[in-house]
C-alpha cells in the first residue's frame, strides 16, 4: 500500500512569491494535516483538512491557506513568501473521520521550502 | 494548553544495547494519546509506537517499547537490542480531546537526537 505522497521534493522560491505544496493521503484517509518544521522551531501544527473541510488551523497568518479535493489530496499554499518561511512542510494523514485522540497520523516524506 | 517535554537533546548508545527516550506531557484532558516517532535525516516522520490514556498495559511494538506512568505524567520510548539503523531524531507527540472534540493535531516534542555507536 502506498504512503502518503507530496510533490515537489524541493522548491525553492523568492520572497513575494506563492508556493503551493500538494499532498496525496493513504488510500481510504480523509484526514489530511500539515506541519511546518523550520530549523530551531520544531514541528509546529498548520492546517486540519477532513471531508474537504477545514476543521482546525494553528498559529499561523492568513497567508498559508489550503484546501482539500474530492479525492481527499490537499494543496498547501502560502502566499506573500517570507524568508522565515523556509522549512520542511510535512504532510499527513490519518484514517478516522473524527480525529480521535487515538488516530494515528501517517506522514509524507515532506517538502523542503526554501525562500531567497 | 498541552505540553511535550523531551530533555534530552542527544543520547548516545552502543550497538546491541538498550536506550531510553524520556518524555512528559502536560495535559488537563483524561483522554488523550501519546505518539513517538523516527524521524531520519531523510526527514520523513517514521510512526513507530501509540498509548492511549486509557491503555491499562504499555505499548510494545517489536524493539519498541512505552514505559506510560500516568501518574507521573511520563511516556518514555524504550529501544531494545539498538541497531545502527536506529540513529536519528526522535520525537514525542500527543493528541488531546476536550470534551470528546479532537483538535486534530499533534503537539510535538523538541526531539531527541540518538546515535548509535558500532
Known amino acids: 500500500e502506498a504512503g502518503v505522497t507530496q510533490s515537489p521534493t524541493h522548491l525553492i522560491k523568492t520572497r513575494g512569491q506563492q508556493a503551493t505544496l500538494r499532498c496525496s493521503p493513504i488510500?481510504?484517509?480523509?484526514?489530511v494535516y500539515w506541519y511546518q518544521q523550520a530549523l530551531g522551531l520544531g514541528l509546529q501544527f498548520l492546517l486540519w483538512y477532513d471531508e474537504g473541510e477545514e476543521r482546525n488551523r494553528g498559529n499561523f497568518p492568513p497567508r498559508f491557506s489550503g484546501r482539500q479535493f474530492p479525492n481527499y489530496s490537499s494543496e498547501l499554499n502560502v502566499n506573500a513568501l517570507e524568508l522565515e518561511d523556509s522549512a520542511l512542510y510535512l504532510c499527513?494523514?490519518?484514517?478516522?473521520?473524527?480525529?480521535?485522540?487515538?488516530?494515528?497520523?501517517?506522514f509524507g516524506p515532506g517538502t523542503r521550502l526554501t525562500v531567497l | 494548553a498541552q505540553k511535550i517535554t523531551q530533555t534530552q537533546p542527544g543520547m548516545f548508545v552502543q550497538e546491541k544495547e538498550a536506550v531510553t527516550l524520556d518524555c512528559t506531557y502536560d495535559t488537563s484532558d483524561p483522554s488523550y494519546g501519546l505518539f513517538w516517532y523516527k524521524q531520519p535525516s531523510s526527514g520523513e516522520m517514521i510512526f513507530l509506537i501509540y498509548?492511549?490514556?486509557?491503555?491499562?498495559q504499555n505499548a510494545t511494538e517489536g524493539r519498541y517499547s512505552l514505559n506510560f506512568q500516568k501518574a507521573r505524567k511520563s511516556a518514555n520510548l524504550v529501544i531494545s537490542a539498538s541497531q545502527l539503523g536506529d540513529s536519528a531524531m526522535y520525537f514525542c507527540a500527543m493528541r488531546e480531546t476536550a470534551g470528546g472534540t479532537s483538535y486534530g493535531k499533534l503537539t510535538f516534542g523538541q526531539g531527541t537526537i540518538l546515535t548509535v555507536h558500532p
Open positions: 488510500s481510504g484517509h480523509t484526514s
Open positions: 498509548q492511549g490514556s486509557y491503555d491499562q
Open positions: 499527513a494523514s490519518s484514517l478516522l473521520a473524527g480525529g480521535a485522540s487515538t488516530d494515528t497520523q501517517y
